[in-house]
């Protein structure tokens, strides 16, 4: 922490000064005292914090978890005293239109604060905050007015820090990490916007729940490993990647095998296939070869390889990874419920890719019920498996169904994942399916819409998921009538699966087949024959003769060769 300080604020004579008094006088009792005084510490930790830099908040973890215990201590203090109850603080500040915006499309719904939230008991003193800087043309006067609950159920943590404060005038009251508040409103009081807020414990019950299920279902890893597996899981993919690429230059006391898992995650989710195999090869390699052999940890690896199996079109060599999978756990006779839930769904998934519909369905359910049996109402894992349930309906054209599981998927994940994590966006292309199957066509382009927003946020910009929805919002475009852009669009799509996918994945022929109909609407039936060609080459690959999909290519060939003769 010390040497980064110092490397970031190399040159100003000032910082390094108080870096170096910082160094030799630093005890946890003084936590508050310097995150007041507004120096290097107070500036890099909100900054970490607001950026989410994830790898500034491991350098600056141990002085977090000082501030944090501290702050929980005299919140307590206060709690068992008789001084004067907090019941209402203030906040002022300077706010642009879209951040106020943001508050008056959240009034009645609940935020957190992406760090610790400074207010004073003082309305005067917060006032003055709301015109500290008049230099600024762009922003907006705003005071925050905060009612703080006090009764023994709410277990929000601030508390008052005047005593510390190089400014006790102020009478300063810091939130911790994580408090949750409600907007109750936001109103306009001559020049002055007011935001009234709650402090609240909802919602941090759930959160609370899905942490500790988290911690159980990783209790073997050691802290090092938990820090970088939960990033992986939130979607900081580039920040998890550096981390875990560092720890398997200086692994320490960490076993490779599972630091090579881990990179195979996360370049996984990246779409990076061949890398994640390499990985996923090497952890398995490495685990087989333990004495002893880390059987149970194999079983977990055969089934990040089927997903990759999956993702590659290789379907039955995916099936027979995720059934080796579930026979080791069998085998073992110590593996929990959960882990069998799992294999479950990895096999589920490889029948709905094989078209085993029936098999799918049934593998699915039985996940399902294991995963209601053990873990909370909301979850990642439950909302994945109602997400696949609902595949199976859209493809046996069951469309209410399916919509019905994507909706009560897509609620799941926006409770247990961040507001632009992929799987999000992955439910609500899913949805935009089901509406355009409904002919619901506005409502459909302004869902695929959001979900490819989300996905150039959060993916890169060739990854698989954004060719999927480039390729459903050029069939929209076309049933619009703008067949132009439609066409633009599947190029696009078709691009992005060449460079990722092998020749005969199935999704590059349901691209080839996209283009040529692009083409045959716009009348240029040579260039459509070519792209049908291409399409029919693959199908014939893993298709039967009688398949429906292989006849509608075969049928736009002849088609279009009986009109070019």
């Known amino acids: 922490m010390i040497d980064t300080c110092r490397n970031y604020y190399r040159g100003n004579e000032i910082e390094l000064k108080l870096i170096n008094e910082f160094e030799k006088c630093y005890s946890r009792e003084e936590c508050i005292r310097w995150y007041t005084k507004e120096t290097f510490v107070y500036k890099m930790i909100n900054k970490a914090l607001r950026t989410e830099d994830i790898q500034q908040l491991h350098t600056f973890r141990f002085y977090i978890s ?56 003082l309305r005067s003193i917060a006032l003055h905050f709301t015109t500290n ?32 404060s190089d400014f006790p005038d102020e009478q300063e ?36 729940q899905y942490i500790e299920e988290t911690r159980k279902e990783m209790e073997g890893d050691s802290v090092v490993l938990l820090f970088g597996r939960l990033m992986t899981r939130m979607g900081h993919y580039k920040s998890a990647e550096t981390y875990f690429l560092q720890l398997l230059k200086d692994p320490g006391n960490e076993n490779p095998a599972h630091i090579h898992n881990q990179l195979g995650l996360i370049y996984e989710a990246k779409a990076e296939f061949h890398p994640a195999m390499h990985h996923f090869n090497t952890a398995y390699r490495l685990m087989k070869r333990s004495d002893p052999p880390f059987l149970k940890d194999s079983a977990h690896v055969l089934l990040n390889m089927s997903q990759i199996l999956r993702e590659q079109g290789y379907y039955n060599k995916a ?34 890719d094989q078209r085993q519909y029936y098999e799918a369905l049934n593998h699915y359910e039985q996940a399902l019920t294991i995963k209601r049996a053990y873990l909370s109402e909301n979850h990642v894992y439950i909302a994945k498996t109602l997400n696949s349930i609902g595949l199976v ?173």
């Open 319 to 352: 099936l027979e990874h995720s059934i080796r999978a579930k026979q080791v756990l069998t085998e073992l006779n110590d593996s929990n419920e959960l882990e069998m839930a799992h294999c479950l769904h990895s096999i589920g998934s490889c029948y709905r």
């Open 173 to 208: 009251v810091l939130f911790d990490l994580g408090t949750v508040f409600k907007v109750e409103t936001v109103s306009k009081e001559d020049n002055l916007w007011k935001i009234c807020l709650n402090v609240t414990d909802d919602g941090r019950e759930i959160a609370k």
């Open 133 to 164: 800087d008049l230099k600024r043309l762009d922003t907006l006067p705003v005071l925050f007015q905060i009612e703080c609950q006090t009764d023994q159920s709410n277990s929000s943590i601030f508390a008052d820090i005047s005593q510390f």
């Open 66 to 121: 000082d501030l944090s215990s501290t702050l929980a201590r005299q919140h307590n203090k206060l709690e068992e005293s008789n001084e004067e109850i907090i019941t209402t603080v203030y906040r002022g500040a300077q706010l642009t239109i879209i951040e106020l915006e943001q508050f008056r499309l959240n009034e009645s719904k609940l935020i957190s604060i992406n760090g610790y939230l400074s207010t004073s008991r």
């Open 393 to 565: 309906y859209l493809m046996t054209k069951d469309i209410e169904k399916a919509f019905n599981y994507y909706i009560s998927s897509l609620e799941m994940y926006q409770v247990c994942l961040p507001e632009d994590h992929p799987d999000i966006a992955n439910a609500l292309h899913n949805i935009a399916q089901c509406y355009h199957k409904k002919n619901q066509l506005d409502r459909s382009l302004q869902h695929y819409q959001l979900a490819l927003t989300m996905k150039e946020k959060c993916c890169r910009s060739d990854h698989p998921s954004i060719a999927m929805t480039l390729n459903n919002i050029s069939n929209l475009l076309n049933a619009q009538g703008d067949k132009v852009k439609a066409l633009e669009l599947c190029l696009k799509a078709l691009s992005i699966r060449e460079r990722l996918l092998p020749f005969g994945h199935p999704d590059l022929a349901i691209s080839f087949h996209n283009v040529g109909l692009r083409y045959e609407t716009l009348k240029d039936d040579e260039k459509a024959l070519k792209y049908f060609e291409k399409a029919l080459e693959i199908r014939k690959i893993f298709l039967s003769e009688d398949d429906l999909l292989r006849k509608n290519t075969e049928n736009h060939i002849l088609r279009i060769k009986q009109k070019l003769m």
